[in-house]
């Protein structure tokens, strides 16, 4: 009984604070629109914004366990919109049915959101941005050192999703500062869901010293770049992190350009089920770990190096613009005397340029690679049974890559979804056989095999119905003959 109580209790509580949420409106569709304190507003309320044209941006801060949407379509901003000391604080543009990105930057100079101080829990989403300027979320101005204390951090516990950028510049930019200085540490951030059809950007996306437990997934990434001419990365962090899921095709430079260093303890970070085509220069991954970014002694803060994981990924048409390696994988010193691993298995690579290297890796360093098995590399994926094309990388029927890797259980599905493995063994690359196009055909054949069964069906009803009819016909004039 006073378990049942208890029970009660708390759904009467929990009743109570659902009721008690409110929505309150603010801004009148232009000029800049602001919220500084929680007055008039308290834990579990929603901060609606007015759709209209804010020219003139906004600032947001001191705020904790609310949400800010937009209000009755969509809001624009014309300008930076400042935050800083949000706590467990929600920006998502879902205030309007149908309208998947709410809050829209456009044409203007400068980044769209400004980080200006300390948050945590903070989660940004359905925001689109078109011709910004600048950065779509910028957390590199100088403003806390962590002490060891996640209070001390930059942003804390954050979530960037449904994002989509077209001729802006960076998606996130955090500290440049060196990682010893452990100037705005980020540590646990997420970036999913993100669209990018064009950048201004030099070749970057996510560019940041000190960022710790990234995990990045379900990205499209088309166009061209610009600016592409340097020695850079779409994602390139000093820090430790999970990259997945990944679609790139066109531009310059790596996917991912990792200095690989762990906070507090030694770290892994890994890169998986990824599509990386035609793009200009490099290759696909470069890593390693440089020593002038550990730190010696054992008291928080303190810096170690990373494991690198390099699985399931399809890498490929990758070009030498300027007469310099673009393979696989580009590695760099990994302190393997140190027990740090770099592992490369189960990698498909096609039509890569090399100067005189391997296909697959470009080793900079004496350290042996901890693996490098189940890997191929093949020069014309479609003629040699490979593939079925070389943008979608479907795999064909038959294919080497089909149960030809080895099992790795962290890795749950392809980049499609589809569950691996489907066959004995795991398929090298980041689709599993039967992929989309496969699944997407038999269905097909399926289809047309019932309607063909139903329209043979018909025509026996058809022809059954006819016959009777004619039958009934005929015995109708064979009685009033005999009448």
Sequence with gaps: MILVKRILTLLLCCSSLSLCARTVVIGN???SVSKENMTGLAKGDTLAIMAGNYADGGNFSHLEGITIINHNGPVNFGNTVSISHLNNVTITGTGKEG???????????????????????LRIGNCEY?????????????????????????????????????????????????????????????????????????????????????VA??????????????????????????IYNIYRNGGWG??????NVGLNGRADSYCYNCIDLNTDTYGTIDTRIDAADT??????????????????????????????VSVFVVAGTFFSQNGYKLEIRNNLSFNTKTDNANHLVKQNTIDPLSDTSNNL????????????????????????????GVDIPMIKTDIAGISRPKGKSYDIGAREFPSDNVTTNSAIRGERKILTLLAASLLVIGTIIFLLFRSFAFSRKNKKVHS
């Design 29 to 31: 569709g232009k000029g």
């Design 99 to 121: 309208l998947v990105y709410g809050f829209r930057f456009s044409r203007f100079k400068g980044d769209a959101f400004l980080v200006t101080n300390k948050c945590m829990g």
């Design 130 to 214: 078109v011709d910004v300027n600048g950065n779509a979320i910028n957390a590199g101005i100088f403003f806390t050192v962590y002490n060891g204390d996640s209070s001390t951090m930059a942003l804390y516990k954050t979530s960037i999703y449904n994002q989509h950028l077209l001729r802006t510049g960076a998606l996130f930019v955090g500290s440049w500062a060196p990682v010893s200085t452990f100037q705005n540490v980020v540590d646990s951030i997420s970036f999913s869901n993100v669209r990018i059809d064009s950048t201004i950007s030099d070749v970057n996306q996510v560019l940041a010293c000190s960022i710790y437990r990234m």
């Design 217 to 242: 997934h379900e990205w499209t990434i088309l166009g061209g770049c610009p600016n592409g001419k340097h020695d850079a990365g779409i994602f390139q962090t000093t820090g430790n992190g999970t």
């Design 254 to 259: 790596y996917l991912w350009r990792i200095w």
């Design 295 to 324: 730190t010696t002694h054992s008291n928080i803060p303190f810096l170690r190096g990373s494991n690198m994981h390099i699985f399931n990924n399809t890498s490929g048409n990758k070009r030498d613009a300027i007469n310099y």
């Design 377 to 404: 590399y093949v020069d014309d994926p479609v003629k040699s049974g490979v593939l079925l094309d070389m943008n979608d990388c479907y795999i064909a029927q038959g294919s080497p890559v089909i149960d030809r």
